[in-house]
Protein backbone atom coordinates (compact mmCIF):
# COMPACT_ATOMS: atom_id res chain seq x y z
CA UNK A 1 0.00 0.00 0.00
CA UNK A 2 1.36 3.17 -0.76
CA UNK A 3 1.81 5.90 1.41
CA UNK A 4 -1.30 7.88 -0.63
CA UNK A 5 -3.48 5.49 0.16
CA UNK A 6 -2.54 5.24 3.72
CA UNK A 7 -3.27 9.21 4.15
CA UNK A 8 -6.67 8.47 1.92
CA UNK A 9 -7.40 5.54 4.29
CA UNK A 10 -6.45 7.60 8.05
CA UNK A 11 -8.45 10.29 6.32
CA UNK A 12 -11.66 8.46 5.14
CA UNK A 13 -11.20 7.13 9.19
CA UNK A 14 -11.31 11.15 10.31
CA UNK A 15 -14.12 11.82 8.02
CA UNK A 16 -16.34 8.79 8.96
CA UNK A 17 -15.49 9.40 12.95
CA UNK A 18 -16.31 13.23 13.04
CA UNK A 19 -19.56 13.20 10.46
CA UNK A 20 -21.16 11.98 13.89
CA UNK A 21 -23.02 14.44 16.11
CA UNK A 22 -22.60 12.35 18.88
CA UNK A 23 -17.95 12.44 18.32
CA UNK A 24 -18.91 16.27 17.69
CA UNK A 25 -20.77 16.85 21.03
CA UNK A 26 -18.35 14.35 23.35
CA UNK A 27 -15.41 16.97 21.99
CA UNK A 28 -17.19 19.37 23.18
CA UNK A 29 -17.59 17.97 26.12
CA UNK A 30 -14.14 17.49 26.49
CA UNK A 31 -13.77 21.38 25.95
CA UNK A 32 -16.54 21.66 28.16
CA UNK A 33 -15.03 19.78 31.27
CA UNK A 34 -10.84 21.10 30.53
CA UNK A 35 -11.92 24.40 31.06
CA UNK A 36 -13.88 23.40 34.09
CA UNK A 37 -10.74 21.99 35.49
CA UNK A 38 -8.49 24.82 34.46
CA UNK A 39 -10.84 27.77 36.16
CA UNK A 40 -11.77 26.05 39.12
CA UNK A 41 -15.06 27.50 39.12
CA UNK A 42 -14.13 30.78 39.48
CA UNK A 43 -15.02 33.57 37.19
CA UNK A 44 -13.06 34.17 33.71
CA UNK A 45 -12.34 33.30 30.37
CA UNK A 46 -12.46 29.37 31.58
CA UNK A 47 -15.63 29.98 32.86
CA UNK A 48 -17.15 31.56 30.41
CA UNK A 49 -15.60 28.79 27.67
CA UNK A 50 -17.18 25.99 29.85
CA UNK A 51 -20.71 27.99 29.95
CA UNK A 52 -21.18 28.74 26.38
CA UNK A 53 -19.84 25.48 25.53
CA UNK A 54 -22.49 23.61 27.73
CA UNK A 55 -24.45 25.41 26.07
CA UNK A 56 -23.79 24.52 22.63
CA UNK A 57 -23.68 20.95 23.05
CA UNK A 58 -27.46 20.79 24.03
CA UNK A 59 -28.01 21.69 20.59
CA UNK A 60 -26.67 18.53 19.31
CA UNK A 61 -28.55 16.96 22.05
CA UNK A 62 -32.22 17.87 20.60
CA UNK A 63 -34.32 14.88 20.44
CA UNK A 64 -31.59 12.39 21.67
CA UNK A 65 -34.33 10.84 24.51
CA UNK A 66 -35.72 9.48 21.44
CA UNK A 67 -32.64 6.96 21.15
CA UNK A 68 -33.19 5.63 25.35
CA UNK A 69 -37.18 5.63 24.92
CA UNK A 70 -36.26 3.61 21.92
CA UNK A 71 -34.28 1.27 24.04
CA UNK A 72 -36.65 1.03 26.80
CA UNK A 73 -39.31 -0.61 25.11
CA UNK A 74 -37.32 -3.05 23.62
CA UNK A 75 -36.93 -6.11 23.90
CA UNK A 76 -33.58 -7.40 26.46
CA UNK A 77 -31.60 -9.65 24.97
CA UNK A 78 -32.27 -13.24 25.44
CA UNK A 79 -30.92 -15.11 28.51
CA UNK A 80 -30.47 -12.06 30.44
CA UNK A 81 -31.17 -12.05 33.93
CA UNK A 82 -34.49 -10.22 35.59
CA UNK A 83 -32.26 -7.87 37.75
CA UNK A 84 -30.21 -6.59 34.96
CA UNK A 85 -33.31 -6.37 32.56
CA UNK A 86 -35.10 -3.84 34.87
CA UNK A 87 -31.20 -1.93 35.53
CA UNK A 88 -30.64 -1.79 31.99
CA UNK A 89 -34.52 -0.09 31.74
CA UNK A 90 -34.56 2.20 34.79
CA UNK A 91 -31.13 3.38 33.20
CA UNK A 92 -33.08 4.03 29.57
CA UNK A 93 -35.85 5.98 31.39
CA UNK A 94 -33.35 7.70 33.34
CA UNK A 95 -31.20 8.88 30.69
CA UNK A 96 -34.41 9.82 28.21
CA UNK A 97 -35.96 11.97 31.43
CA UNK A 98 -32.64 13.39 31.98
CA UNK A 99 -32.09 14.45 27.91
CA UNK A 100 -35.69 15.61 27.80
CA UNK A 101 -35.79 17.74 30.38
CA UNK A 102 -32.45 18.81 29.23
CA UNK A 103 -34.37 20.76 26.08
CA UNK A 104 -36.16 22.74 28.68
CA UNK A 105 -33.10 23.70 29.89
CA UNK A 106 -31.63 24.90 26.53
CA UNK A 107 -34.64 26.99 26.41
CA UNK A 108 -34.60 28.61 29.43
CA UNK A 109 -30.61 29.50 29.31
CA UNK A 110 -30.89 30.75 25.69
CA UNK A 111 -33.58 33.07 26.89
CA UNK A 112 -36.37 31.87 25.11
CA UNK A 113 -37.69 30.57 28.36
CA UNK A 114 -37.78 33.34 30.67
CA UNK A 115 -38.27 31.41 33.79
CA UNK A 116 -35.18 31.51 35.59
CA UNK A 117 -36.01 30.06 38.65
CA UNK A 118 -37.85 27.00 37.07
CA UNK A 119 -35.07 26.97 34.72
CA UNK A 120 -32.71 25.86 37.57
CA UNK A 121 -35.16 23.51 39.10
CA UNK A 122 -35.52 21.58 36.13
CA UNK A 123 -32.17 21.46 35.18
CA UNK A 124 -31.25 19.95 38.98
CA UNK A 125 -33.97 17.70 38.23
CA UNK A 126 -32.48 16.55 34.90
CA UNK A 127 -28.77 16.38 36.61
CA UNK A 128 -30.47 13.72 39.72
CA UNK A 129 -31.98 11.52 36.65
CA UNK A 130 -28.34 11.80 34.94
CA UNK A 131 -26.71 10.62 38.18
CA UNK A 132 -29.85 7.91 38.67
CA UNK A 133 -28.84 6.65 35.63
CA UNK A 134 -25.37 6.49 35.81
CA UNK A 135 -25.09 4.64 38.49
CA UNK A 136 -27.81 1.92 37.28
CA UNK A 137 -25.07 2.20 34.12
CA UNK A 138 -21.84 1.37 36.59
CA UNK A 139 -24.57 -1.58 38.05
CA UNK A 140 -25.49 -3.34 34.69
CA UNK A 141 -21.70 -3.16 33.48
CA UNK A 142 -20.85 -5.08 36.60
CA UNK A 143 -23.48 -8.07 36.26
CA UNK A 144 -22.64 -8.20 32.61
CA UNK A 145 -18.80 -8.38 33.49
CA UNK A 146 -19.37 -10.82 36.30
CA UNK A 147 -21.63 -12.88 33.48
CA UNK A 148 -18.58 -12.85 30.96
CA UNK A 149 -16.29 -13.89 33.40
CA UNK A 150 -18.09 -17.42 34.24
CA UNK A 151 -18.81 -17.97 30.70
CA UNK A 152 -14.92 -17.20 29.41
CA UNK A 153 -14.03 -20.06 32.75
CA UNK A 154 -16.38 -22.08 31.34
CA UNK A 155 -14.74 -21.78 27.81
CA UNK A 156 -11.49 -22.07 29.18
CA UNK A 157 -12.23 -25.60 30.45
CA UNK A 158 -13.38 -26.80 27.20
CA UNK A 159 -10.25 -25.28 25.30
CA UNK A 160 -7.77 -26.08 27.78
CA UNK A 161 -6.03 -28.48 25.75
CA UNK A 162 -5.72 -25.75 22.87
CA UNK A 163 -4.66 -22.32 22.48
CA UNK A 164 -7.62 -20.55 23.98
CA UNK A 165 -6.46 -16.38 22.69
CA UNK A 166 -6.82 -18.53 18.90
CA UNK A 167 -10.22 -19.43 19.05
CA UNK A 168 -12.91 -16.96 18.58
CA UNK A 169 -15.46 -17.19 20.70
CA UNK A 170 -13.41 -16.29 23.37
CA UNK A 171 -11.42 -13.65 21.79
CA UNK A 172 -14.67 -12.12 20.94
CA UNK A 173 -15.50 -12.66 24.95
CA UNK A 174 -12.26 -10.83 25.79
CA UNK A 175 -12.69 -8.26 23.53
CA UNK A 176 -16.30 -7.78 25.33
CA UNK A 177 -14.77 -8.19 28.78
CA UNK A 178 -12.24 -5.19 27.63
CA UNK A 179 -15.31 -2.44 26.15
CA UNK A 180 -17.82 -3.43 29.55
CA UNK A 181 -14.44 -2.66 31.78
CA UNK A 182 -13.91 0.76 30.09
CA UNK A 183 -17.93 1.37 29.75
CA UNK A 184 -17.75 0.74 33.65
CA UNK A 185 -15.14 2.86 34.64
CA UNK A 186 -16.71 5.67 32.33
CA UNK A 187 -19.81 5.12 34.47
CA UNK A 188 -18.38 5.38 37.55
CA UNK A 189 -16.52 8.75 36.61
CA UNK A 190 -19.93 10.19 35.30
CA UNK A 191 -21.39 9.88 39.09
CA UNK A 192 -18.69 11.55 40.63
CA UNK A 193 -19.18 14.60 37.77
CA UNK A 194 -22.46 14.63 38.62
CA UNK A 195 -22.32 14.60 42.11
CA UNK A 196 -19.72 17.63 41.48
CA UNK A 197 -22.79 19.59 39.51
CA UNK A 198 -25.47 18.83 41.94
CA UNK A 199 -22.57 19.75 44.46
CA UNK A 200 -24.11 17.11 46.63
CA UNK A 201 -20.00 16.85 48.15
CA UNK A 202 -18.77 20.33 47.57
CA UNK A 203 -15.74 19.75 49.92
CA UNK A 204 -14.13 17.07 48.00
CA UNK A 205 -15.74 17.25 44.85
CA UNK A 206 -14.51 21.15 44.10
CA UNK A 207 -15.10 21.91 40.65
CA UNK A 208 -11.39 21.14 39.45
CA UNK A 209 -12.08 17.86 40.97
CA UNK A 210 -15.49 17.16 38.11
CA UNK A 211 -13.54 18.78 35.25
CA UNK A 212 -10.58 16.39 36.14
CA UNK A 213 -12.89 13.31 35.96
CA UNK A 214 -15.27 14.70 33.21
CA UNK A 215 -12.28 15.48 31.15
CA UNK A 216 -11.02 12.12 31.32
CA UNK A 217 -14.77 10.55 31.13
CA UNK A 218 -15.19 12.71 28.14
CA UNK A 219 -11.68 11.29 26.37
CA UNK A 220 -13.54 7.43 27.33
CA UNK A 221 -16.28 8.49 24.87
CA UNK A 222 -14.33 9.62 22.11
CA UNK A 223 -12.34 6.33 22.12
CA UNK A 224 -15.37 4.34 22.38
CA UNK A 225 -16.98 6.21 19.20
CA UNK A 226 -13.86 5.47 16.79
CA UNK A 227 -14.61 3.26 14.29
CA UNK A 228 -12.77 0.11 12.77
CA UNK A 229 -10.49 1.00 9.68
CA UNK A 230 -12.65 -2.10 8.12
CA UNK A 231 -15.71 0.48 8.28
CA UNK A 232 -13.10 3.32 6.80
CA UNK A 233 -12.38 1.48 3.97
CA UNK A 234 -15.88 0.26 2.97
CA UNK A 235 -17.14 3.80 3.16
Known sequence: MSSLDVARAELALAVLYLNKAETRDKI????????????NG??????????????????FRLFKFINDLHAL???????TPIPLILLGKSKNAL??????????????????????????????????CWLGSSICSTLVEIGEIG????????????LKNTNKYKNEQYKSKV???????????????????????????????????????????????????LPSPQKAETT
Not at 42 to 59: I, P
Not at 73 to 79: H, L, V
Not at 110 to 127: A, D, F, V, W
Request: charged letters at 20%.
Open 147 to 158: RLSISMKKLGKE
Open 28 to 39: CRSIQYGSRFLG
Open 73 to 79: ISPSAPG
Open 95 to 128: LSTFLFLDQFVWLGRSGIYKNKERTELIGRISLF
Open 42 to 59: EQGTAQNVEKSVGLARKV
Open 175 to 225: QESNERSLAFVKAALDIVVAVGLLQLAPKKVTPRVSGAVGFVSSLISCYQL
